[in-house]
């Protein structure tokens, strides 16, 4: 297949690309370059794939034949709803609508990455797809919290009006080689932390829970998704839960470091519990994540070290 993904240059993007090749698809990588880096695509010298710079939410352009969007393109992290909310509203709302209107162009199918920050602080644990979420709209992290869940109802209503073949992801944690340094989330900021000796900042008492997926299984649940013949949404995220001082005391263990944990105020809308359920990613696509928490951060922790 011809494949184009959107944020193809970025952490789960240039991911995505890689298997798709692997697979001896044709991949159209797409991107603007606020979040992502060609830096994650540099290594693929395959005559197969193609890197575009395009900013989306102004419009899609791809010549020639399309057999499957992948919508992966959003700021994703803290420290861009804080830096870029128009951009992560507009990729949401206009971005998703363009990467539609191109899947209907192409007569092509769609998955599109949501995120489990539809389902907001959740009053649902675990979280199932059936829980319509807790947001709060003109939070801090409404931004991104409501660009997904627009776009989770165009997606919806493109599938309903012109019978577009659309698929919907909803991501939890996820970590892995090629997350950005500064990205603000708690993976790199604790890694970071205790590779340089600094601090380990946990934000409230530590007892507010994660749960921790590997780049490569989550990727292997979302390729599945999207070759599948399921339309409404579906949880990808390994249900593993950790609080974050445990999760502290892992990168602690595993880096040797002699940082320090100190506490700060919880900001505002982080949520309290985040785990999904999977039932229906075991029962739809036969998936379930493989890969540890401590086997998966060895590999991270190898790549952010080269970094600092």
């Known amino acids: 297949m011809r494949i184009v993904i959107t944020g193809g240059a970025g952490f789960l993007g240039s991911h995505l690309a890689d298997i798709c090749l692997s697979k001896g698809h044709e991949v159209v990588a797409v991107d603007n370059f606020i979040t992502g880096s060609r830096d994650n695509v540099a290594h693929i010298t395959s005559p197969n794939f193609t890197l575009l710079e395009q900013?989306?939410?102004?419009?899609?352009?791809?010549?020639?034949?399309?057999?499957?969007?992948?919508?992966?393109?959003?700021?994703?992290?803290?420290?861009?709803?804080?830096?870029l909310p128009i951009e992560t509203l507009r990729v949401g709302a206009h971005g998703t609508h363009n990467c539609l209107e191109l899947a209907r162009e192409k007569g092509a199918g769609l998955l599109m990455a949501s995120t489990s920050e539809v389902y907001g602080d959740p009053l649902v644990h675990p979280q199932t797809e059936d829980y319509w979420g807790n947001v709060n709209s003109i939070g801090p992290r409404s931004c991104y919290d409501e660009a997904k869940r627009f776009s989770e109802a165009s997606v919806m209503a493109y599938h309903h009006q012109y019978g577009l073949d659309t698929k919907i992801v909803r991501i939890f944690n996820t970590y892995g080689p090629r997350m950005r340094l500064n990205d603000g989330r708690v993976v790199p900021n604790f890694i970071k932390q205790a590779l340089t000796g600094e601090p380990i900042t946990i934000y409230g008492d530590g007892l507010?829970?994660?749960?921790?997926?590997?780049?490569?299984?989550?990727?292997?649940?979302?390729?599945?998704?999207?070759?599948?013949?399921?339309?409404?949404?579906?949880?990808?995220?390994?249900?593993?839960?950790?609080?974050?001082?445990?999760?502290?005391?892992?990168?602690?263990?595993?880096?040797?470091?002699?940082?320090?944990?100190?506490?700060?105020?919880?900001?505002?809308?982080?949520?309290?519990?985040?785990?999904?359920?999977?039932?229906?990613?075991?029962?739809?696509?036969?998936?379930?994540?493989?890969?540890?928490?401590?086997?998966?951060?060895?590999?991270?922790?190898?790549?952010?070290?080269?970094?600092?």
């Open 208 to 308: 507010q829970t994660r749960s921790f997926c590997y780049c490569s299984d989550l990727l292997d649940g979302i390729y599945k998704l999207g070759m599948s013949d399921e339309h409404l949404p579906v949880n990808i995220g390994n249900p593993g839960e950790f609080t974050m001082l445990e999760f502290a005391e892992v990168v602690i263990e595993l880096t040797g470091t002699k940082s320090e944990i100190v506490y700060e105020p919880l900001p505002k809308d982080d949520p309290k519990q985040r785990k999904p359920d999977i039932s229906k990613a075991k029962r739809v696509l036969g998936w379930e994540p493989k890969i540890a928490l401590r086997d998966g951060l060895r590999p991270t922790l190898e790549f952010f070290q080269s970094k600092i």
């Open 55 to 83: 900013d989306i939410s102004d419009g899609i352009s791809v010549d020639g034949a399309v057999d499957f969007i992948f919508q992966m393109a959003s700021p994703a992290s803290p420290i861009d709803y804080a830096q």
